[in-house]
């Protein structure tokens, strides 16, 4: 199969994967799966080592959020919208920090990475923000915000503009979806 209709196919999965998490669809995490699937093979091609590798994981987690949500449909309580503490975020930022330079160097040094220390920050960042979704944890969002931009440069400079344009649409999408997830925060405790 040609590299630009694998694309396509994966751009298409991907942006059914966000409006149905938008939505708390859990639906969502079999679109994540396929998508993950064949960005796995895209990045390879791409020698975004650390950003194919990242696809294994979204499956794992697609395969966690989907039990994660489904259980809790089952048992007549979806899971809750939260928000964390500052604190929490500042723990997590310097974490993803701290491993992102490590795996930066580690990528520059010993492989022929592109990109290595971008393609970290935006890996990590996406590791820590999926299991966040997972959990329904509102600033996913942001977060997402802030690795999908990052991201935006990392595909354009490797020529996957197709992959480039979804991560732009994903900008306008997270807005959307951190408006819908804040009201049902707002609504639980009203």
Known sequence: ????????????????????????DVKCWYAAIISSSLY????????LIMEAYLQIFYIGMAI????????????????????????????VIATIIIISLLS?????????????????????????????????????????FVIDSISIYIFVSRELFLTAILFLVYLIIIIFGYISWKKTLQEQYE
């Open 40 to 47: 796995f093979y895209i990045m390879l091609n791409a020698n």
């Open 104 to 144: 930066g160097i580690l990528l520059s040094k010993y492989t022929n990475a592109a990109l290595p220390f971008l393609d970290a920050i935006t890996t990590f960042g996406a590791i820590i923000t999926t299991y966040m979704v997972a959990k329904k944890v509102l600033e996913n969002w942001i977060y997402w």
């Open 64 to 91: 966690f959020g989907f039990f994660q949500w489904r259980k809790s449909y089952a048992n007549n309580e979806p899971i809750k919208i939260k928000s964390w503490e500052l604190k929490t975020h500042i723990y």
């Open 1 to 24: 199969m040609p590299s630009i209709i694998i694309e396509i196919l994966a751009v298409t999965t991907a942006l059914l994967y966000l409006f149905l998490a938008a939505e708390e």
